[in-house]
């Protein structure tokens, strides 16, 4: 079992950062893969970035070269750091956990709003 807690959502404007924190519960947070989606008003629920357990890291193409994802593993905690905002970033963002091997993500935490102004 897997708690996710997320943090770092706000306003800012277009152009500008933030920094999304996901801080796990669990002994054995270094075996799962951690991801970010995001779901905006009126939209799907997306993917945007994710780290395997092995360290490997992957982007959907909209953010690649603007959003970085990072894991501490002694903190239990994975960072998106997002630059170079736009409008259409705005969304709740989610950070979702997966063990090694799985193909679904069965652990999901309560969402941070991000809010990118014009």
């Known amino acids: 079992q897997v708690q996710l807690v997320e943090s770092g959502g706000g306003l800012v404007q277009a152009g500008g950062s933030l920094r999304l924190s996901c801080a796990a519960s669990?002994?054995?947070?270094?075996?799962?893969?951690i991801g970010w989606f995001r779901q905006a008003p009126g939209k799907e629920r997306e993917f945007v970035a994710a780290?395997?357990?092995?360290?490997?890291?992957y982007y959907t193409d909209s953010v690649k070269g603007r959003f970085t994802i990072s894991r501490d593993n002694a903190k239990n905690t994975v960072y998106l750091q997002m630059n170079s905002l736009k409008p259409e970033d705005t969304a709740v963002y989610y950070c979702a956990a997966r063990y090694y091997g799985s193909n679904e993500w069965p652990y999901w935490g309560q969402g941070t709003q991000v809010t990118v102004s014009s």
């Open positions: 669990g002994r054995t947070f270094s075996s799962y893969s």
């Open positions: 780290s395997r357990s092995s360290g490997f890291t």
